[in-house]
């Protein structure tokens, strides 16, 4: 499936994105926001297959990767910065009236984002996410505890040396992510090249998040929007998996704070069932934003 690719201008700088499908009548546009933050668009890119169906969907890369512009000054970096560029991105392609999907990352801005109650935001997908970067770091340390010991070993002094480019460090982490991140082997070739992107460019990432998923010492660190997800109003479906680092507690939380919200939990995924069970996962959008615009 071919794209229509393009610049949306964002403050000084610009925003790259690339459409798929054209929406049918009734259809609203799906606009999807990658993880990272930092990260790019391309491991969400089997998502391309919600715009076969008279959908038409949006990706971009969030400024600072990808082929988006990249500001270096890091308090450019903000969380309202990325909501500001999401207004930006509605408005330039006109997109008075859309749902929006996020993942990880994407998904805490997802809920960021319908925290402002933009008008015309139809629904929020919220996959794999925390709404407390506190709560994820415990639950990644329960999950890191079950690690074999060298391993957790091998995290932790080079956490506590500030080694955590050590190649060491790496192949540490990457034991963690093949059992809460992606547990597919080989990874796919478009997660794969996000993963190369981040490594290659992690600049935002290790600004806002930190060296790993679960060193989260960045600037986002403290972040918590716990005490306000009351305040979402939009419809609003969560999507996680049985193994995933945004854990059945962590999600099972936001499911009771959010007024109304759906929750699906993929048996046989981690932090990636739009990876590991991309049918299933695709059904479960299909069907939840068919569902709300078959209601008005």
């Given at each position: 499936?071919?794209?229509?690719?393009?610049y949306?201008?964002?403050r000084?700088?610009?925003?790259?994105y690339?459409?798929?499908?054209?929406?049918?009548?009734?259809?609203?546009?799906?606009?999807?926001?990658?993880?990272?933050p930092?990260?790019?668009?391309?491991?969400?890119?089997?998502?391309?297959?919600?715009?076969?169906?008279?959908?038409?969907?949006?990706?971009?890369?969030?400024?600072?990767?990808g082929?988006?512009?990249r500001?270096?000054?890091?308090?450019?970096?903000?969380?309202?910065?990325?909501v500001?560029?999401?207004?930006?991105?509605?408005?330039?392609?006109?997109?008075?009236?859309?749902?929006v999907?996020?993942?990880?990352?994407?998904?805490?801005?997802?809920?960021?984002?319908?925290?402002?109650?933009p008008?015309?935001?139809a629904s929020?997908v919220?996959?794999?996410?925390?709404?407390?970067?506190?709560?994820?770091?415990?639950?990644a340390?329960?999950?890191r505890?079950?690690l074999p010991?060298?391993?957790?070993?091998a995290?932790t002094?080079?956490?506590?040396?500030?080694?955590?480019?050590?190649?060491?460090?790496?192949?540490a982490?990457?034991?963690?992510?093949?059992?809460?991140?992606?547990?597919?082997?080989?990874?796919?070739?478009?997660?794969?090249?996000?993963?190369?992107a981040?490594?290659?460019?992690?600049?935002?990432?290790?600004?806002?998040?930190?060296p790993?998923?679960?060193?989260?010492?960045?600037?986002i660190?403290e972040?918590d929007i716990?005490?306000?997800?009351?305040?979402i109003?939009t419809?609003?479906?969560?999507?996680?998996?049985?193994?995933?680092?945004?854990?059945?507690?962590i999600?099972?939380?936001?499911?009771?704070?959010?007024?109304?919200?759906?929750?699906?939990?993929?048996?046989e995924?981690s932090?990636?069932?739009?990876?590991?069970?991309?049918?299933?996962?695709?059904?479960a959008?299909?069907?939840?934003?068919?569902?709300?615009?078959?209601?008005?």
């Amino acid at each position: 499936m071919s794209g229509r690719s393009g610049y949306a201008p964002f403050r000084d700088f610009r925003t790259w994105y690339e459409s798929f499908g054209e929406s049918d009548e009734g259809r609203l546009p799906l606009i999807v926001l990658h993880g990272g933050p930092g990260a790019t668009h391309q491991y969400l890119e089997p998502l391309r297959a919600l715009a076969e169906n008279g959908r038409r969907v949006v990706f971009y890369d969030q400024i600072g990767c990808g082929r988006s512009d990249r500001p270096v000054d890091p308090a450019f970096y903000t969380v309202q910065t990325f909501v500001d560029e999401l207004n930006a991105l509605r408005e330039h392609l006109g997109l008075e009236r859309a749902h929006v999907l996020g993942q990880s990352w994407g998904g805490m801005l997802a809920m960021e984002y319908a925290l402002t109650a933009p008008p015309g935001l139809a629904s929020i997908v919220v996959a794999d996410s925390p709404a407390s970067i506190p709560f994820w770091v415990a639950e990644a340390n329960r999950l890191r505890a079950e690690l074999p010991p060298d391993v957790q070993r091998a995290l932790t002094e080079h956490e506590a040396a500030g080694t955590t480019a050590d190649p060491a460090y790496q192949s540490a982490v990457e034991v963690f992510y093949r059992r809460h991140v992606c547990r597919l082997d080989p990874w796919p070739d478009c997660f794969a090249r996000t993963a190369e992107a981040l490594s290659t460019d992690g600049y935002v990432y290790n600004l806002m998040n930190g060296p790993s998923e679960f060193h989260c010492i960045g600037t986002i660190k403290e972040w918590d929007i716990t005490a306000r997800l009351h305040e979402i109003r939009t419809p609003t479906l969560l999507l996680s998996g049985r193994y995933d680092e945004a854990t059945p507690a962590i999600v099972e939380g936001i499911h009771r704070r959010i007024p109304g919200s759906e929750w699906i939990l993929f048996e046989e995924s981690s932090h990636t069932p739009h990876l590991e069970e991309p049918a299933a996962f695709n059904a479960a959008v299909r069907g939840f934003l068919a569902g709300l615009e078959a209601r008005g």
